[in-house]
């Protein structure tokens, strides 16, 4: 498809278990983001990956998560140990946006996927 | 810290009326603004956005925005309510760089 896709859309996971959370971006999009979303807050910055460039980390909220992005493609988002806590819709978007001039040169649009919904028993 | 503040987590209008959803940001620099909904079981997506042109933008599905910089707002306004537009709404504003700040979101509630 031409959205972002993200497996699986749903996880069941045991307190103390990895987990893995999947991001397919649009095709040609060189910016890719994680956000967690927890029911009634608003969206929560994670992650983001710019092309080639090191990624901004600075939300991610332990050592027990971390993510990647293969050849500025795809995303994987792992999060080990779980715990209750990390129970949450875990959201991706892409955009072709890089922002390094001030501000976005066209929409500054952010493309989301449907989400993977984490829950840690 | 900056920060975006909407009014109500909660809007409920019966089909037909204003809708008014409100957004509210910290900062006195003139920053991009969005605004996103989310349909049930979907991702967001743009509804919207202000990037410094004119100060009231349209956006899709009939719904549109008012910059005011001396209120500091970008409230979402639709003359008509459908029962289609029950959704959850974000506000979110970006400044210099890709980090955009994200209201809490208002779930818009449509009454037949």
């Known amino acids: 498809g031409a959205g972002v896709s993200q497996s699986p859309s749903n996880k069941v996971t045991e307190k103390g278990k990895d987990v893995e959370l999947r991001c397919d971006p649009i095709?040609?999009?060189?910016?890719l983001y994680w956000y967690r979303q927890s029911l009634g807050q608003g969206l929560e910055f994670l992650i983001y990956f710019q092309g080639n460039s090191a990624p901004d980390k600075s939300g991610l909220p332990s050592d027990r998560f971390s993510a990647e992005r293969t050849g500025g493609s795809v995303s994987t988002l792992t999060i080990q140990r779980t715990q209750q806590e990390d129970s949450a819709v875990y959201l991706c978007?892409?955009?072709?946006?890089?922002?390094?001039?001030?501000?976005?040169?066209?929409?500054?649009?952010?493309?989301f996927g449907e989400g993977s919904r984490l829950t840690v028993l | 810290a900056q920060s975006v503040t909407q009014l109500g987590s909660h809007v409920s209008v019966s089909e037909g009326a204003l809708v008014l959803l409100r957004c509210n940001y910290s900062s006195s620099v003139p920053p991009y603004l969005f605004w996103y909904v989310q349909y049930p079981n979907q991702g967001l997506q743009l509804l919207l956005k202000y990037t410094s042109a004119a100060t009231l933008v349209k956006g899709i599905n009939g719904f549109e925005a008012e910059f005011k910089k001396s209120e500091t707002s970008f409230h979402l306004t639709k003359p008509s309510a459908h029962m289609s537009d029950a959704a959850e709404y974000f506000c979110a504003v970006g400044y210099s760089n890709y980090q955009l700040i994200w209201g809490a979101g208002t779930k818009l509630i449509i009454k037949p």
């Open positions: 095709s040609g999009h060189t910016a």
């Open positions: 978007a892409s955009s072709l946006e890089d922002w390094t001039s001030g501000g976005p040169q066209n929409t500054g649009e952010l493309f």
